[in-house]
């Protein structure tokens, strides 16, 4: 890390200590000069951790299954499809909404560094943003499915989607068969995060049997 | 700049290794780190092309030894200490011991929800015709400045189809300098993972960018 602890390394304490008292320091005097209200920052976490999360994409996915009206407007003009749910604002003012079929799997990655949709799953997985996923998505996606379990047929076309500028994509996975009928509700169920990141596929109605 | 940020089709990586039932956060001080990314937004005045430009300009060893909330939080406290908010006698000591420096806003608990879904839309109004046409076949131009740019170099010099013309966008590399918005066009452009990567790669495989006007040129 620039400047701070390259000192400090014969210490006893460990690297993640540093960073606490270091993060826990800085926090103090931005806080005691008036920059910065704690229970701002409490919100602010609680809204990451509690409020918002794939569970509002596979909301939106499932109102796409079950409303063709609803996933029409989806697929032609995303955001405010996804605002009539309720889900707007910080990474997710321009939103994009990629339809999966038997014959083309998207997927998505931020190569520069971690653009996510985050209105509609939260805050990306350290996967999401490590090394390995952002190098390898883009030149060698089948291979990054098959870390994640997922093999796709050969004549399917993969279309990779690097989140260069301020546009997020989310993906629609394929509706699983045997679930015509369905209640939203029960279909979100079968809707996962990384289904919606094009790293899985929906669940299957086995999956969820209780 | 062509650093360590700039990950697409580099190797030596790894697999990729999904954590099962990942919370949102590991530790306690990435929650703060976070927050306190997102809350120093307004007092700071910096925007989020300074933020990632900031993150990723660091000796590339630096980078992919950190955590991403490590990242987050060197580049808060650099900004910080760069625009006189904080000092590192101050951090050291753990309490404020200058009087605090004016800012124009700051984010109360009340305005939290309202600022998250507002959020910061980047389209803008613009009386310029875009360049390019969706099908137009276009090149992404072999550039490399040292500043923010969000041209992958996994694109560069490669010939590709605009398929979507998005709309006028804050352009990122003006932004990250301060040198204002400068709104440009902004396409997807999408490129067969042949002419990315050479003959042996898969044939049924498209990438595509978001990239601005200026990185583009008729191919």
Redesign the interface.
Known sequence: ??GHDGHHHDHDHSE?TE??L?????????T??????P???????E???KKV?PRNGARVVAKAWADPAYRARLLKDATPAIGELGY???????IVALENTPKQHNMVVC????CYPWPVL??P???Y??????????????G?LA??GVTLP??????????????RYLVVPVRPAGTDGWSEDKLADLVTR?SMIG?GLAKQPKDIAK | MNGA???????G???????RN?P??????E??????T???GM??GWNIDMG?FT??N?PPG?Y?A?S?Y?IW??A???M?KERG??ADE???????LHP??P?KQ????G???K?????????RETNTAAKFKTGDKVRAKNINPLTHT???R?VRGHAGVIERV?GC??F?DSNALGAGENPQW?Y?VRFE?CE??GAD??P?????????EPYLEQA
């Open positions: 890390m620039s993640l960073t606490e270091r993060v826990r320091a800085l926090e103090t005097v931005l005691e000069k008036g920059y910065v209200d229970a701002a920052l409490d919100l602010l976490i809204t990451y951790e999360g707007a604002g910080r990474q997710g003012e321009h190569t520069l560094c971690s939260g805050l997985p350290v996967w943003k490590s090394a390995p996923y952002r190098s390898r998505a883009v030149a060698d996606p089948r990054v870390d994640f050969k004549d399917t076309d993969i279309r990779v989607w690097d989140s260069t500028a301020e546009i990384d790293t | 940020q700039d990950l697409g089709g580099t190797h990586h790894g697999p990729v290794e999904p954590e990942e949102v956060f590991h530790a306690e001080w929650k703060r780190a976070f927050a306190l997102l809350a120093m007092p700071g990632r993150r990723e660091r630096e992919l950190m991403y490590q939080f060197a808060l406290e650099q910080s908010l904080v101050e951090i050291d000591a753990g309490h404020s605090p420096k800012v700051t984010l109360s608990p305005d939290v929800a600022a998250l879904y507002r959020g910061g839309p980047t389209e969000r041209l992958p996994y998005i966008h804050v990122p902004l997807t993972a990315l990567w790669a898969d049924s495989v498209k990438v595509s960018v978001d990239a601005w």
